[in-house]
């Protein structure tokens, strides 16, 4: 796939985080000040995040309002929704650029790929696969903290949902379909930054810091519930 920066549009949502979304959107500019964006925006009406948004709505940075929080699934999708270039860099807005990856990402982009970027484990139960041992078969998952999608494959198949693991049904499917190869490895991107799960462990990343549980942390240090209503899957 022959691509540039201009083929590729970011999608974030932010809920009621406005340093999250600050950092992460100053750090994203200073490598790429000419990317299409979207932001959905979750956050309450007239919440201090909205204020800052209002100030960096531009012809290159486009917001989405929602005034309640719309979760984060329902909102990515409806952002994903809006993009009109051939490939969309999906981030979390507690992402931290330390240096673009999306040179060598973009290399890994086949017409065919689904999307590349960190890939680990789940189990056909939707959670990192070794958490429980009733867990059989291993399902490769593309992590979407950081990354960049094929929009022509992507929207073959089902859009996330409100899980911890929102790309679980996409994955699935493509697992049950032999498809998993369309998933491509970036191997200088290595999921969380801190932390630990049931598969993997927080290492450092020369690219994008995330440290687990980004959101949720500022959410709950604010007072407000970590994450609304039930997994759907």
């Known amino acids: 796939m022959k691509a540039g920066f201009r083929d590729i549009t970011a999608v974030t949502a932010t809920c009621n985080t406005r340093d999250l979304i600050e950092r992460m959107y100053k750090a994203f500019r200073e490598f790429h000040p000419d990317i299409k964006m979207i932001i959905l925006d979750n956050s309450d009406k007239d919440h201090k995040c909205q204020e800052y948004l209002n100030s960096i709505n531009s012809y290159k940075t486009t917001i989405y309002r929602f005034n309640k929080n719309h979760g984060h699934a329902r909102a990515v999708n409806y952002g994903l929704n ?115 799960g049931s598969n993997w462990t927080g290492t450092s990343s020369e690219y994008v810091q995330h440290d687990f549980g980004g959101t949720r942390s500022e959410l709950r240090k604010n007072g407000r519930e970590e994450i609304e209503g039930c997994w759907e899957y």
């Open 82 to 196: 809006k993009v009109t270039t051939g490939l969309a860099l999906l981030m979390d807005s507690d992402t931290v650029m330390l240096k673009s990856p999306l040179c060598g990402m973009l290399k890994l982009m086949d017409n065919d790929s689904y999307g590349v970027g960190w890939i680990t484990e789940i189990g056909r139960d939707g959670y990192d696969f070794g958490t429980w041992k009733s867990q059989k078969v291993p399902i490769k998952y593309l992590h979407p903290y950081f990354c960049l999608l094929n929009m022509n494959e992507f929207r073959k198949y089902p859009p996330l949902v409100h899980h911890g693991n929102p790309f679980v049904q996409t994955m699935i499917r493509l697992h049950d379909l032999g498809l998993s190869d369309k998933l491509v490895s970036f191997p200088g991107l290595t999921g969380h930054t801190n932390g630990k």
